[in-house]
């Protein structure tokens, strides 16, 4: 339940709608409840003295407490809509926000799935439990209490039945909760689970083709949701039994009401006007009492929904500027001091181990190792992607934690591994580096990343559409894109993590070209090529997330044996690796 109040803090501004709709539920509920009174007395009044005229009076009566009833609720409908949708729209605002906050530790404490389960599925859990629970959670209580109230004052005897119905129909309430709470959890689960598939197969969709697996993933997705199917017929097979117990509950009350009431006509103690209108408050309360069970059905699904919503929003961010943070990065100079890390604290091994190293202001360094020799992890310390498990990593002569955490990102240019472009134009993507770059500049950075050939030759140019995720260009020509966007940030250290390894040897050495006339900008230079590091200042050599040797290509052609059988095993055939990159 905390989890629920932690959320409506988040109500905000639309706390005043919901007060609204709670007065309008409970002013439609006083109008419905005055109407059997009025019943009562047209039967025992006008029906049974023959007077048309009490009857029309009456009537109209019941016609103005019907017409204010439906006026009220449509207030209310209102009212609850706008504090409902506006309470989930704020919910999702928070957790994407948060998420942007994240550190990349965070990140790997939620799937990606997961997340975008979290901030649709479970918000509208939640959204709908406002919308859908809030009248009933208001109007029941409201019936309850003013329908149990006038049949006492209808038949104080007949309303005992009240005092026996009460109890079943808490102890089925009860029994079906606690049997329902565990399952809604696993019914988001095995929410997550489809999305993961579905999410897994659209983005390798390509891959799926090519290797003809379209069969295969059909087969993963059909066991997700048959799972789910699973689960949700399970859980609502169960939330439905309150339904039946309810209703034979209610029956059973008006059977034994009627039989008891009908004595007491014969007896002369109770008119069938007022017998009518006790069935009528009977009606009430039951339906109260249903309304009430499927409030609280609402909310123990919402609770789990609310639960995983919570743990977004409560997540503690790994990584944040100190309080007195420096803003200024006074150069590019990168050192590493007895630096350790590793991804989780109970983690058996470190990802990297003892690092020493400095790399100094407007220096060229290349970074060479095998796969999983930790080559990207170690420049991901650089921006506080990570932070340092032991020992410092210092940007400009200081501790990188010491840094505002905007300032030292923008001072980092990095082109990470995996490229990433996203949906709308090539300005659109470029801008993110620069978003005040004119169209000058933006050329001059795709000339520099060797794009501007292919961009002239695209219907649009600047303004050509990339498709969602980058779709219409090919991989080469992705990275030269990811290049120049990195470019424009102008930044006082520029990282290549693995950047050209999907273009010919012939382009690559067209952008080092680019690259070495940037002055006064740190470059280093993670690659699989040797020809990419070759020319570099130094070049280190990463083993099993240690520093193997540094050196530069002569030097460590000449000393180093790991760095000796790259170089031959690449250089022999004359560097044949060219003809199988990207040319696009």
Same mark, same amino acid.
């Given at each position: 339940?905390?989890? +629920?109040? !932690?959320?409506?803090?988040?109500?905000?501004?639309?706390?005043?709608?919901?007060?609204?709709?709670?007065?309008?539920?409970?002013?439609?509920?006083?109008? @419905?409840?005055?109407?059997?009174?009025?019943?009562?007395?047209?039967?025992?009044?006008?029906? /049974?003295?023959?007077? *048309?005229? *009490?009857?029309?009076?009456?009537?109209?009566?019941?016609?103005?407490? /019907?017409?204010?009833?439906?006026?009220?609720?449509?207030?209310?409908?209102?009212?609850?809509? !706008?504090?409902?949708?506006?309470?989930?729209?704020?919910? !999702?605002?928070?957790?994407?926000?948060? *998420?942007?906050?994240?550190?990349?530790?965070?990140?790997?404490?939620?799937?990606?799935?997961?997340?975008?389960?979290?901030?649709?599925?479970?918000?509208?859990?939640?959204?709908?439990?406002?919308?859908?629970?809030?009248?009933?959670?208001?109007?029941?209580?409201?019936?309850?209490?003013?329908?149990?109230?006038?049949?006492?004052?209808?038949?104080?005897?007949?309303?005992?039945?009240?005092?026996?119905?009460?109890?079943?129909?808490?102890?089925?309430?009860?029994?079906?909760?606690?049997?329902?709470?565990?399952?809604?959890?696993?019914?988001?689960?095995?929410? #997550?689970?489809?999305?993961?598939?579905?999410?897994?197969?659209?983005?390798?969709?390509?891959?799926?083709?090519?290797?003809?697996?379209?069969?295969?993933?059909?087969?993963?997705?059909?066991?997700?949701?048959?799972?789910?199917?699973?689960?949700?017929?399970?859980?609502?097979?169960?939330?439905?039994?309150?339904?039946?117990?309810?209703?034979?509950?209610?029956?059973?009350?008006?059977?034994?009401?009627?039989?008891?009431?009908?004595?007491?006509?014969? /007896?002369?103690?109770?008119?069938?006007?007022?017998?009518?209108?006790? +069935?009528?408050?009977?009606?009430?309360?039951?339906?109260?009492?249903?309304?009430?069970?499927?409030?609280?059905?609402?909310?123990?699904?919402?609770?789990?929904?609310?639960?995983?919503? &919570? @743990?977004?929003?409560?997540?503690?961010?790994?990584?944040?500027?100190?309080?007195?943070?420096?803003?200024?990065?006074?150069?590019?100079?990168?050192?590493?001091?007895?630096?350790?890390?590793?991804?989780?604290?109970?983690?058996?091994?470190?990802?990297? &181990?003892?690092?020493?190293?400095?790399?100094?202001?407007?220096?060229?360094?290349?970074?060479?190792?095998?796969?999983?020799?930790?080559?990207?992890?170690?420049?991901?310390?650089?921006?506080?992607?990570?932070?340092?498990?032991?020992?410092?990593?210092?940007?400009?002569?200081? =501790?990188?934690?010491?840094? #505002?955490?905007?300032?030292?990102?923008?001072?980092?240019?990095?082109?990470?591994?995996?490229?990433?472009?996203?949906?709308?134009?090539?300005?659109?993507?470029?801008?993110?580096?620069?978003?005040?770059?004119?169209?000058?500049?933006?050329?001059?950075?795709?000339?520099?990343?060797?794009?501007?050939?292919?961009?002239?030759?695209?219907?649009?140019?600047?303004?050509?559409?990339?498709?969602?995720?980058?779709?219409?260009?090919?991989?080469?020509?992705?990275?030269?894109?990811?290049? /120049?966007?990195?470019?424009?940030?102008?930044?006082?250290?520029?990282?290549? =993590?693995?950047?050209?390894?999907?273009?010919?040897?012939?382009?690559?050495?067209?952008?080092?070209?680019?690259?070495?006339?940037?002055?006064?900008?740190?470059?280093?230079?993670?690659?699989?090529?040797?020809?990419?590091?070759?020319?570099?200042?130094?070049?280190?050599?990463?083993?099993?997330?240690?520093?193997?040797?540094?050196?530069?290509?002569?030097?460590? +052609?000449?000393?180093?044996?790991?760095?000796? @059988?790259?170089?031959?095993?690449?250089?022999?055939?004359?560097?044949?690796?060219?003809?199988?990159?990207?040319?696009?």
């Amino acid at each position: 339940m905390k989890d +629920l109040k !932690r959320l409506l803090q988040y109500m905000g501004p639309y706390r005043r709608d919901m007060a609204l709709g709670m007065l309008l539920v409970v002013i439609e509920s006083a109008f @419905e409840m005055f109407i059997p009174i009025l019943m009562s007395q047209i039967i025992d009044a006008g029906v /049974a003295q023959r007077d *048309v005229a *009490v009857i029309l009076r009456i009537g109209l009566e019941m016609a103005a407490c /019907a017409l204010l009833a439906l006026i009220t609720g449509l207030l209310y409908a209102k009212y609850a809509a !706008r504090a409902s949708y506006g309470f989930g729209a704020r919910i !999702r605002q928070a957790q994407y926000a948060k *998420v942007q906050a994240y550190a990349f530790g965070n990140l790997d404490h939620f799937e990606t799935s997961s997340l975008i389960t979290r901030m649709t599925t479970d918000v509208s859990v939640v959204q709908n439990a406002i919308n859908g629970g809030f009248r009933p959670m208001v109007r029941g209580p409201a019936m309850l209490v003013l329908g149990v109230a006038l049949s006492f004052y209808m038949s104080p005897r007949l309303a005992v039945v009240f005092f026996v119905c009460a109890p079943i129909l808490g102890l089925v309430l009860v029994l079906v909760v606690r049997r329902i709470a565990p399952m809604y959890t696993r019914l988001q689960q095995a929410m #997550d689970h489809l999305n993961t598939v579905v999410q897994e197969c659209l983005t390798a969709i390509r891959a799926v083709k090519a290797f003809v697996r379209g069969q295969y993933e059909e087969e993963k997705f059909r066991q997700v949701n048959t799972e789910l199917m699973n689960v949700s017929l399970s859980t609502f097979r169960t939330a439905v039994l309150n339904l039946p117990a309810f209703q034979l509950t209610m029956y059973a009350a008006m059977v034994m009401i009627l039989w008891f009431g009908g004595q007491m006509i014969l /007896a002369g103690t109770l008119t069938v006007g007022r017998l009518t209108s006790f +069935l009528s408050y009977v009606l009430q309360v039951m339906n109260s009492l249903m309304m009430i069970s499927n409030v609280f059905l609402l909310m123990t699904r919402s609770l789990a929904s609310a639960h995983r919503i &919570a @743990e977004v929003l409560d997540e503690e961010v790994e990584l944040t500027s100190p309080q007195d943070a420096v803003k200024e990065i006074p150069d590019g100079g990168v050192v590493f001091e007895n630096v350790s890390f590793k991804y989780h604290p109970d983690a058996a091994e470190y990802a990297l &181990a003892g690092i020493n190293l400095t790399i100094r202001p407007g220096q060229t360094v290349g970074i060479l190792g095998g796969t999983g020799s930790a080559k990207s992890t170690l420049v991901q310390l650089i921006p506080r992607l990570y932070d340092a498990t032991e020992g410092r990593v210092l940007v400009g002569g200081q =501790d990188v934690r010491r840094y #505002d955490l905007t300032a030292l990102r923008d001072a980092v240019g990095i082109v990470l591994q995996k490229n990433v472009l996203f949906s709308g134009t090539v300005r659109d993507n470029l801008k993110w580096g620069n978003p005040d770059a004119d169209d000058e500049t933006l050329w001059a950075a795709c000339r520099a990343a060797q794009a501007e050939e292919f961009l002239r030759r695209m219907p649009g140019g600047l303004d050509a559409d990339l498709g969602q995720g980058g779709v219409n260009v090919s991989g080469g020509q992705k990275q030269r894109l990811c290049i /120049a966007r990195t470019l424009l940030k102008k930044p006082k250290i520029l990282i290549f =993590d693995d950047s050209v390894s999907a273009v010919d040897t012939a382009t690559e050495a067209k952008i080092r070209k680019a690259l070495s006339d940037l002055t006064g900008v740190t470059k280093i230079i993670i690659a699989q090529r040797v020809t990419s590091v070759m020319g570099t200042d130094q070049i280190v050599v990463l083993e099993d997330g240690q520093i193997h040797a540094v050196g530069t290509h002569s030097q460590l +052609l000449a000393s180093d044996p790991i760095y000796q @059988e790259i170089y031959h095993s690449q250089m022999k055939g004359g560097g044949a690796d060219a003809g199988t990159a990207d040319h696009g």
